[in-house]
């Protein structure tokens, strides 16, 4: 497995996260720029301001709150707990591929779960009891089959999903926070996520002490979506904040699915308008696994497919080499351990079953999830 990111690296990247002004795009317009975090704060007393680069950032740049970071960094070292930056090889794939994502992610619990095949579930925080059991049902039918089900911990059909893959046998759920995760919101699903941690994880872009605000609620949808290879919507008004999260799938290429209700049903008519606009009509789990089983493990229809979690020790221990940029060979052999020879056959196979992509050069990329065909026109 590739090393972590250098702790004093980590520690740069924090003081860029925590600096009000500095959000995921102007985040990476500084990478791109410095190539990394240090060499922005190393460059930061001579920049003048420019454009999203104002001068109060500036400012802040040149006198970190370096106790604030160290906290930080305390907080990630404990076992069971990680802070992981958008270049460290952990990072889900996935979300790394959408055009916004979190510089810092802190998790609790497995992060290896993050990069496991995902489906969001969505929906009214105040569902009818059809809605809650739907949910609850579709999200035990996934979990069953290996699909790890993520959503907000919020009420209503967040937990009903939750609840539901925690009933499958070995079902796997991640919820993701919009607070530090030092705090449960709500405080009534303290027990839940205990339950959550026991066999998934929590996942916030927010550092530990960071208070439930309602922008936070909004940014967090999408990256509900991005870990997700879709997001299935049950049960939401018009007006919902569930139909921002399924908005959130749509511009990161991800597929929409909605489950139909009662046309005197409120709570039904965002699912409607998501169906008119092309997302997928969903009425049993295989609604949803014929879509994205080839992504990941599971069964299909009538059939086992061999795939990313079925695979054997070496074949995850050369995946685990993979971070969000192109490697070569020697390198994957370096660091997996394996020859040459068998590295090579290795890549072959897992190009052959759609897990990773040869690049121009000699090089190769953990493949990442095909664009949806349908389900886009909204």
């Excluded at 069953?144 to 939750?162: N, R, W």
């Excluded at 409120?266 to 998501?274: D, F, K, N, S, V």
Aim: charged fraction near 20%; charge should be neutral.
């Amino acid at each position: 497995m590739l090393p972590p990111m250098p702790e004093d690296e980590l520690r740069c990247a924090l003081v860029l996260h925590r600096t009000s002004g500095i959000g995921p795009v102007l985040y990476k317009e500084l990478m791109a720029h410095f190539g990394t975090a240090e060499a922005v704060l190393a460059a930061a007393p001579s920049l003048r301001p420019r454009g999203r680069l104002t001068a109060a950032i500036l400012a802040s740049l040149t006198a970190p709150t370096w106790s604030a970071v160290d906290a930080d960094i305390a907080w990630g070292a404990r076992p069971g707990y990680a802070v992981m930056e958008l270049r460290d090889p952990r990072y889900p794939y996935r979300l790394a591929q959408i055009p916004d994502p979190p510089p810092i992610l802190f998790v609790r619990g497995d992060c290896a779960i993050l990069n496991r095949r995902q489906i969001a579930i969505v929906g009214s925080r105040n569902p009818s009891t059809t809605g809650r059991d739907t949910a609850r049902m579709l999200a035990r039918d996934l979990a069953a089959q290996g699909v790890v089900i993520t959503s907000g911990l919020a009420y209503g059909i967040d937990s009903a999903g939750h609840e539901g893959a925690l009933e499958a046998e070995n079902g796997v759920t991640v919820a993701v926070a919009a607070t530090g995760l030092d705090r449960v919101y709500p405080p009534q699903h303290r027990e839940l996520a205990h339950r959550i941690l026991e066999r998934g994880a929590l996942v916030s872009e927010y550092p530990p002490g960071t208070a439930p605000l309602a922008a936070h609620f909004l940014r967090r949808n999408r990256i509900i979506s991005g870990l997700s290879l879709g997001t299935l919507v049950v049960e939401a008004a018009l007006d919902s904040g569930s139909l921002t999260t399924a908005q959130c799938a749509l511009d990161q290429n991800r597929d929409v699915f909605s489950v139909p209700g009662s046309i005197y049903n409120p709570l039904a008519r965002g699912c409607h308008a998501l169906l008119r606009q092309g997302a997928f009509l969903v009425e049993t789990s295989q609604d949803i696994l014929r879509h994205i089983t080839p992504h990941g493990t599971g069964t299909t229809v009538g059939s086992v497919i061999k795939t990313e979690d079925s695979l054997d020790s070496d074949y995850q221990k050369l995946l685990a080499c993979f971070g969000y940029d192109p490697v070569p060979i020697d390198a994957l052999v370096e660091q997996s351990g394996l020859t040459p020879a068998v590295v090579s056959s290795m890549l072959t196979i897992l190009e052959l079953r759609g897990l990773v992509v040869g690049q121009p050069g000699g090089l190769y990329t953990r493949a990442t999830s095909t664009p949806p065909t349908l389900g886009r026109n909204i």
